[in-house]
């Protein structure tokens, strides 16, 4: 009598020689055992039904030598967490990951650059590190490899088959393109060497897609490229510095960005010390809102234009520009990038500017906006129409005639003192009803 005991690995009442999968792992007998499967269907032989001969054996596809013992020794292999898509930026890192339900014995991160069809093993050169690992890192990723999928092989002993992971896809976004470095110049307005610099004036050189960027202003490049707080300069518009370095930031709508160098240069200016054009208009009434009391005039002021360029030299493309004060003519643009020159130098009213204005001129070449002038060159003073005041009673004086010869004579030395009463730098002339004119200073006595 021959005594014995038909094997049921995983327990689960199918005896192993009819069992596909004896130890429950996932990995058909057939595989485990070191045949062929061709067709995946857990049979031995790549048709299905398989081709037998008289005795019911498989032909034609091996098989029937002892087989490996990995098809009973039950070694599952399962994921926990897929490797996820990544999306990073034009030579960022890109990092993928993967977490097993069990450890595993080896992990082979592979490659596919046809949409899945074809996967090649990577190793452990540029850009790649940590392939045989749970975590691959592709160092400084290039726009070629948009679109390129990720996956890794997981293998166990006992487990024949192996377990290939989810593919997960790199998305790579373009940085910005910058020209550095760039130079600010700035016209010393006090010959200190210290100026105030408009930042932002450099922008669109920086980058033609400006418009659709964000800038930030560091006084450090490690700070531009860790967006560092604390050496940020935030009054771009008005940054008070001596020739220094300014590192632009310089970010895209995918948050992706590039760093440029911009210099800043205080420059002398080339108009001589001294120069200056006074303007003066006698306050006048134009509308119950701009009264002859509101120390408002129209100016024109617009033949200052040649007079400078008289005084520069006549090799040099520039342009002169005016503004109502220091802050707009160094600043040059508003925070939406317009200018804050004034535009009708013939016409002119000093709105905001009673009485006193200083005219700030800006003289700058067109070639690489290097300063050659800077300054209140000009001034407009607006003066205040003298106060005639009353004289007798409405003006008239008035006294009895002692003698009826219809003649008296008054005394007249106060009249203009009268009329005055303090006020300097005035003159007065006098006519007479018809249009006659009277000496002035007026005679002290009059018949």
Known sequence: MISYTLADTDGNGIFNYVALDSDNDTCNDVIEAGYTDANGDGILGATSPPTVNANGLVTGAGGYINPNTNYTIAAPISITTQPQDVTVCELQNAVFTITPAVPVDAYLWQLSTDNGVTWITLTNTAPYSGTTTATLTVTSVTPTMVGYLYRVVLNRNGNSCGLNSDPATLTTYALPVVNSPLTLVQCD??????????????????SA?????????FTTQTGADTNDASVQITNVTAYTTSNTTVWVRVENANQCYRVARLNLIVSATQIPAGTHWDFIQCDYYVSPSNTDTDG???FDFSSVTTQIQGLLPTTAAYTITYYKNEADALAEVDTNGNSLAITNTANYMN????NVQQIWVRVDSNVDNACFGLGPYITLTVQALPTLHTVGTNNVIRHCDDDQDGSYTFNTSSLESTILQGQTNVNISYTTSAGTSISSPFHPTLS
């Not at 006090?190 to 922008?203: M, R, V």
């Not at 897609?209 to 202003?217: D, P, S």
Request: hydrophobic share 30%.
């Open 296 to 298: 408002i005039a129209n």
């Open 189 to 206: 307005d006090d010959t200190d060497g210290i100026s105030s610099f408009n930042s932002t004036q450099k922008n669109s050189l920086i």
């Open 209 to 217: 897609n400006a418009a659709f960027e964000t800038f930030t202003y």
């Open 351 to 354: 709105v905001g500017y009673p």
